[in-house]
């Protein structure tokens, strides 16, 4: 894999010294922290909940305790998100002749109109299906599923992908689409269209179905409002254009909650990543004022789609085009067992960011599953297609306890939390008080 260093942005490097001494990690801050944040008391911070926003209570209360002002306004701690989901007034229900579906059972109903009636045809990729609900034939294609709708299909059915099939409890539970952050302007039309998976016992028999009359109930109750926050910090550089020149540190804190009578406590993901981020910022509040100024987010509801971030860009604490890096941190409290020391840079091709820090004493490296697309699936994505050279920095993102009840702090390695901070912290000095500017490689900015 090639990388492409701009000549400015290597001679910066090789100019800037390394720091001698790099700070110190607490390791019993990191568990104290960890211990709070997915213990029992906070239920696992579902997105808009008590608990989330008593995990965000306690986050801003730690940044104050480092000397981190508060970067939401006003020197306030709590960035307010207010968000309105969809809802269901019960069960959506699809009939095809004799099959009958309910959501939540045999299949998913991710998005849908209230009402649906129209003929059930099963269509190949590359078919249209105007005016009728496409039974996708093979295994789902996402670009197949967008043609079809484009060709005027009211709805598309597929089989339910891995992913989904993994986590089914949890989609079920979720919102459908549609959900709208106030003070963000929408950047998807009205649902209109049905998008509905099936398991494979109910893909076989609506295949045999296929060319009956297939009527969707999909009757939506009053949405439903919520309160979550973005923890924001800042500790001003003692440069001149120090606020100009910033970087931001981010995590997102919330996690899945109590669902299906199981508690979801998210000690992985991404209470490590917070706790990382606070570790940090302990560090960088109690050191020698840096050069450039950091900035710290903690977002909330990053589980359900972003909606922290995405109210955090329309709602900047600092103009984005003063932000000139973004390291987001997530489940790196479970090493990877095929390197219990690598950690991995999401987009490592796509900047120069990844191999400087390198060069700086960061155990980093290129992301080892790209099909899985890991780049795109963290709140560092929101900044990125905003310019900002953004990207998330993990262990081992596939373990098994990955959005399951076992993501508990009985399953966490915090030796190799502690080290993988301390490895970070030298490098993140250097950066906070150094001058190099990360850019996009060419052709690679989202």
């Known amino acids: 894999m090639k990388f492409v260093l701009s000549a400015v942005a290597a001679l910066i490097a090789v100019a800037a010294p390394a720091l001698s001494a790099p700070p110190k990690v607490c390791a019993d801050c990191v568990k104290a922290n960890m211990e709070h944040l997915a213990g029992d008391e906070l239920r696992g911070r579902a997105c808009g909940t008590a608990d989330e926003n008593a995990a965000a209570r306690f986050i801003a209360e730690r940044l104050k305790a480092y000397g981190v002002e508060g970067a939401a306004g006003d020197g306030q701690y709590l960035q307010r998100v207010e968000v309105h989901s969809p809802t269901y007034a019960a069960a959506p229900v699809l009939q095809v002749g004799d099959v009958r579906l309910v959501h939540g059972a045999g299949m998913l109903v991710r998005q849908a109109p209230e009402t649906l009636d129209a003929p059930l045809v099963l269509v190949a990729k590359g078919e249209a299906a ?16 967008v043609a079809v709708l484009a060709s005027g299909a009211v709805g598309v059915i597929a089989e339910a992908p891995p992913n989904l099939l993994a986590h089914w409890e949890q989609f079920a539970a979720s919102p459908p689409r549609g959900t709208v952050i106030v003070g963000v302007e929408a950047t998807s039309p009205p649902v209109e269209k049905a998008m509905i998976f099936v398991r494979p016992e109910a893909l076989e028999a609506l295949r045999a179905a296929a060319g009956a009359q297939a009527v969707l109930t999909a009757t939506h109750g009053a949405p439903a409002v919520r309160t979550t926050y973005n923890a924001l910090g800042v500790i001003h550089g003692k440069d001149p254009d120090a606020d100009e020149n910033a970087i931001l540190l981010s995590a997102h804190y919330d996690h899945l909650g109590l669902r299906g009578g199981k508690l979801y406590r998210g000690a992985n993901d991404d209470a490590s990543g917070t706790a990382a981020v606070l570790e940090f910022a302990r560090l960088l509040g109690a050191g020698e004022t840096p050069r450039r100024t950091v900035q710290f987010a903690l977002f909330g509801c ?56 390198r060069e700086q004493g960061a155990s980093i490296g290129p992301d080892p599953y790209p099909q899985e697309n890991f780049f795109q699936r963290s709140d560092n994505y929101q900044l990125a297609r905003k ?51 990360p850019t996009w490689n060419p052709g690679m900015q989202p």
Request: no cysteine; glycine share 8%.
């Open 130 to 145: 105007s005016g009728k609900i496409a039974l996708i034939a093979g295994p789902y294609d996402s670009e197949a599923a």
């Open 302 to 357: 990053e589980e359900e789609g972003g909606h922290g971030a995405k109210y955090y860009l329309a709602h900047p604490p600092t103009p984005l085009a003063n932000l000139k890096a973004n390291l987001e941190f997530e489940m790196i409290g479970v090493p990877d067992p095929a390197d219990r020391k690598r950690l991995m840079l999401t987009g490592w091709e796509r900047s120069n960011m990844g191999p400087i820090l």
């Open 387 to 437: 310019g900002v050279v953004a990207q998330t920095i993990s262990a081992w993102p596939v373990p098994p306890t990955y959005h399951q009840p076992t993501d508990d702090l009985a399953h966490i390695d915090l030796p190799f939390m502690v080290e993988v901070i301390q490895s970070l912290a030298g490098p993140i000095s250097w950066l906070a008080n150094g001058d190099f500017q």
